[in-house]
């Protein structure tokens, strides 16, 4: 099984609202992903984090949280988003981030972010 | 850093005809490349992986792609389109140990009936 879940599919907030991304995999992986992906563009990086530890912030600013309260799941929390940060969040997991460069990256089908 | 560039940002073929995605990398060392399919709004699907075991790789759903290191490609191949290939590609590279991908511009390929 190679299945990445993501909830929601389709989220819609306001300005000031507070909501939450969520992601979980059970293929074991210890590396696990957060993407932001405008449309007609590549999937840009978020967050790495791995053995639930954050390892990589790609200066992403404040009002997204990411969270991995265990090996399985990855939460991306949401306040306070700009009209511009509306996009596709795609979760991935990988098997771990000191394995070999040929490791895949599993993908999630992603959630759909609208913000009003 | 390494890098990926996809040579044309739509490419149209023909139904039955032969599939031809560019991918060029630029890497300092030995790399390591993907090719994914994204479908309209979904994830993103691995098709293939060049691993430095073959330069020629077969991946899911007929597609394939050979790595030249002359040439700096990765170039991906199908011999014959079908309607169902209609979708996003990306070429990927995989930097230091992999835990970072990075992706080109990507190709939609629009097939025709």
């Avoid at chain 1, 990855?74 to 795609?90: F, I, K, M, R, T």
């Avoid at chain 2, 293939?48 to 077969?58: I, R």
């Avoid at chain 2, 990765?74 to 990927?92: I, N, Q, R, V």
Wanted: aromatic share 10%; glycine share 6%; proline share 5%.
């Amino acid at each position: 099984d190679t299945e990445v879940t993501q909830t929601p599919k389709h989220l819609v907030m306001g300005m000031t609202n507070k909501k939450s991304l969520k992601c979980e995999q059970h293929m074991g992986h210890r590396a696990m992903y957060w993407y932001k992906q405008k449309a007609k563009k590549p999937p840009e990086l978020m967050f790495v984090y791995s053995y639930e530890k954050l390892s990589i912030n790609e200066s992403v600013p404040s009002r997204f949280s990411p969270e991995c309260p265990n090996s399985s799941l990855l939460n991306l929390h949401l306040h306070a988003l700009q009209p511009e940060d509306s996009a596709l969040y795609l979760c991935a997991s990988r098997r771990g981030e000191r394995e070999y460069g040929t490791d895949t990256q599993y993908f999630g089908p992603g959630t759909r972010l609208t913000v009003l | 850093a390494q890098s990926v560039t996809q040579l044309g940002s739509h490419v149209s073929v023909s139904e039955g005809a032969l599939v031809l995605l560019r991918c060029n990398y630029s890497s300092s060392v030995p790399p390591y490349l993907f090719w994914y399919v994204q479908y309209p709004n979904q994830g993103l699907q691995l098709l293939l992986k060049y691993t430095s075991a073959a330069t020629l790789v077969k991946g899911i759903n007929g597609f394939e792609a050979e790595f030249k290191k002359s040439e700096t490609s990765f170039h991906l191949t199908k011999p014959s389109a079908h309607m169902s290939d209609a979708a996003e590609y990306f070429c990927a590279v995989s930097e230091g140990n992999g835990n970072k991908l990075v992706f080109g511009a990507g190709t939609i390929l629009r097939v025709k009936s």
